[in-house]
């Protein structure tokens, strides 16, 4: 065991504890957890990853699961909670005081703001003396995550506005909160999470407000949250990107392999055509056997700029989708430039490597190399912007237009693209 006093763990933060409690085999995690407070393991449970706390909390008899789940920030125990199945979760909500917090929290689909928010905040009215306000503030700071920004709502619970701690300490009575009260933005419950970020990091908001169509003030999101969020929004991103399914931590090899196997069959399936244009083309190939050279050239082109697009599509797609169109104009453009001076340096290397390989027509076959590169760069944005537009516009996550699926069609596009100039220029050789 562990050279440690209980005194080193009981000023240890949150998530140095949780990171040695980790480390700890079953026999030593039990002897510290009878001597850390329910107070303690509830924020050490906090720093975990929701379904690694879930297994450890398992562990222990539904009294004090529930007594750790309550000492929880709503959120927090919201993603415990959220992790287990149905039964065991309606076991537990029973017995929680904060039952009807939590059961709001998980009624949102993971995906929307509600589920990410807190419902512990102070809130102010207009007609507030500033010195009641602090006192009110003072009574209820224990109970809440941050006081940094307080709330202002009319008696109706309607969101009005905020007032920072430090202009409310700062300003003397007589003076109503309404004199200080400044206009702050606010997201809806029903809100993709993904935009709620984007806002608050447009409006450099540590917490930002969550209202209802009312406009009825239900909660505020944390920056700390909002950075957890877009980790995992992230995370899933790249793995569609890389046609991957969604992982999970310590998966067996043979699940993983076999939630993989049917998106590596399906890039199987797309990539045969790419064979079969090639043999259609052979008797190009074998009358000019210098444009084998420059086929990976043709297509690894056209696969990375296609990508490029694609990742910059997906990403003003998730901020501002109305703009993906119009910014897809300008990656058509961005083509037509890095496409010309692509294709006119390929002419120059492909005519002089035709002349010491005495090909017959090497001015034709140049052509051929750098027009080929030229139209497949211009062509590859277009698919990079049209189908992750096109998905969107179905309803669909656009991040399934991912690269592997993106490369393919660009192969085959560069594929036609090529051939069918060299079939047109060279294929009377």
């Given amino acids: 065991m562990e050279k440690i006093t209980i005194e080193t763990l ?21 002897y510290w957890m009878s001597l850390l407070s329910t107070q303690q393991l509830s924020e050490m449970f906090s720093y975990l990853e929701p379904e690694i706390a879930v297994e450890f909390i398992r562990e222990l008899d539904h009294t004090l699961q ?29 017995e929680l005081e904060s039952q009807d917090k939590i059961s709001q929290l998980l009624s949102y689909d993971e995906d929307e703001s509600g589920a990410h928010m807190t419902t512990d ?29 307080l709330f202002v709502v009319d008696h109706a619970g309607h969101f009005l506005g905020t007032v920072t701690l430090k202009r409310l300490i700062k300003t003397k009575s007589p003076q109503l909160i309404q004199a200080i009260m400044e206009d702050y933005p606010h997201v809806l419950d029903t809100e993709p999470i ?6 608050m990091r447009d409006y450099s908001a540590f917490e930002m407000p969550v209202c209802n169509q009312s406009k009825l003030l239900l909660g505020m999101i944390m920056m700390d949250d909002a950075l957890d969020t877009y980790h995992e929004e992230a995370t899933e991103d790249y793995e569609k990107l890389s046609a991957l399914p969604e992982a ?14 049917p998106w590596l069959l399906i890039l199987l399936v797309l990539s045969i ?98 027009l080929s590169l030229w139209v497949t760069v211009m062509l590859s944005p277009v698919l990079g912007v049209l189908i992750p537009v096109s998905i969107d ?26 051939f069918g100039l060299a079939t047109a220029l060279l294929g009377g050789l």
């Fill in 194 to 199: 993904e935009e709620t970020i984007h806002k």
């Fill in 248 to 261: 999970e931590h310590e998966e067996h090899f043979s699940r993983s392999a076999f939630k993989r196997l």
């Fill in 121 to 149: 905040f102070i809130s102010l009215t207009p007609e507030m003396d500033v010195k009641t306000a602090t006192k009110q503030v003072i009574t209820q700071a224990n109970d809440v995550e941050t006081i940094s920004r």
């Fill in 273 to 370: 055509p790419i064979a079969y244009i090639t043999t259609l083309f052979e008797e190009v190939l074998v009358a000019v056997a210098v444009l084998a050279f420059f086929q990976p050239l043709i297509l690894d082109a056209a696969g990375d700029v296609a990508t490029q697009t694609l990742a910059v599509t997906l990403r003003i797609l998730t901020k501002n989708p109305k703009d993906a169109l119009k910014n897809g104009g300008k990656e058509v453009l961005t083509g037509l430039l890095t496409g010309f001076i692509m294709g006119i340096s390929a002419f120059v290397i492909a005519y002089f490597l035709a002349i010491q390989m005495n090909s017959a027509q090497p001015l034709a076959l140049a052509i051929v190399v750098g």
């Fill in 66 to 94: 529930a007594q750790l789940i309550d000492l929880m920030e709503p959120d927090d125990a919201r993603d415990l909670l959220f992790k287990m199945d149905d039964q065991e979760k309606q076991e537990i909500l029973k």
């Fill in 393 to 418: 516009k179905l309803g669909f996550d656009p991040a399934v237009a991912s690269g592997p699926f993106i490369t393919t069609l660009a192969d085959l596009t560069s594929l036609l693209v090529f």
């Fill in 10 to 30: 009981q000023n240890m933060h949150p998530h140095d504890l949780s990171e040695l409690f980790l480390k700890w085999d079953a026999d030593e995690r039990h």
